[in-house]
């Protein structure tokens, strides 16, 4: 069949106008579905607001954070840093010298994660990628506030585009600034940043958070000892129950020795004691 010319550019046209409608409008039962399910699709993508303002996908990572099952605590004191959490061993066949939830980023600088391990490395390994830069561009070691601030853009920007996704992972981050002392950060998935005196992270994190706020009511200057302890104390309290020194880990800076070190069962041992004794 032959059309006149235009005729012919009018039907062309038309299909092509047809096309993009169908292509773009969802049939209604679609529609229905969309808005019903849960979430009505917000959840479905980071870069979506829901109506009442909600990122779905950025709740969901501080969920991933408390699925993993852990609880971790950072005390801050006069003089020195710890941080605290649960070494759970999945597998009997595993070796406990590698599992772990504590990572030196330089040496002087440690990171505890809590959430998704695979998370938690290859953040770690950016973020020792960039305190080396650091260093070797300014000639100094990258102070613990500008390695939080690093790591919180790094989550922000994987809350804005759509071929990511948030890392289940909340950092604390913790080291010896020259100017201002003992310092620990923590990092959520969302990009917060904030510095604490005390904090918690992971499962019952809210319950420590309230023991550590009635210990550092009157903001007590801790010395290193009553800095771990009170970390351990917190750690045993909101769990409910008495470790062993292989069931937690522990990582500590020290001002007169500002290197982060994690400290051996041993030492752990001394201060489950001295916590038993004292209580």
């Not at 505890?112 to 080396?132: H, S």
């Not at 499962?203 to 009635?214: G, H, M, R």
């Not at 292989?246 to 004691?273: A, M, S």
Request: proline share 4%.
């Amino acid at each position: 069949m032959h059309f006149p010319e235009n005729q012919y550019t009018t039907l062309v046209a038309a299909a092509v106008v047809d096309h993009r409608k169908r292509c773009r409008t969802p049939p209604s039962s679609v529609r229905v579905k969309m808005s019903r399910g849960s979430g009505g699709g917000y959840d479905r993508h980071i870069t979506i607001f829901s109506p009442e303002g909600r990122l779905f996908q950025v709740e969901y990572a501080f969920k991933a954070v408390k699925a993993a099952g852990i609880t971790s605590i950072g005390v801050r004191g006069k003089d020195s840093i710890c941080v605290v959490t649960q070494k759970k061993v999945p597998d009997k066949l595993l070796d406990q010298t590698s599992v772990t939830h504590l990572f030196p980023i330089t040496k002087y600088l440690g990171l505890l994660a809590t959430g998704m391990t695979a998370d938690a490395r290859t953040l770690v390994q950016q973020a020792r990628n960039e305190a080396a830069e650091f260093r070797f561009t300014y000639g100094y070691e990258m102070p613990v506030d500008v390695l939080a601030r690093w790591i919180a853009d790094k989550s922000q920007v994987y809350t804005q585009h759509a071929y990511m996704r948030p890392l289940g992972v909340v950092a604390m981050v913790l080291g010896i600034d020259d100017e201002y002392g003992p310092q620990l950060y923590k990092c959520d998935p969302a990009g917060h940043y904030f510095g604490h005196k005390a904090t918690s992270a992971g499962l019952k994190d809210q319950e420590a958070i309230n023991f550590l706020e009635k210990k550092m009511k009157n903001d007590p200057s801790f010395t290193y000892e009553e800095t771990v302890q009170t970390a351990i104390s917190a750690l045993q309290s909101v769990l409910q129950e008495d470790f062993k020194a292989t069931e937690i880990e522990v990582g500590v800076v020290r001002k007169d020795n500002p290197e982060f070190r994690v400290l051996t069962t041993e030492e752990i041992d001394e201060h489950l004691t001295a916590i038993s004794e004292r209580d």
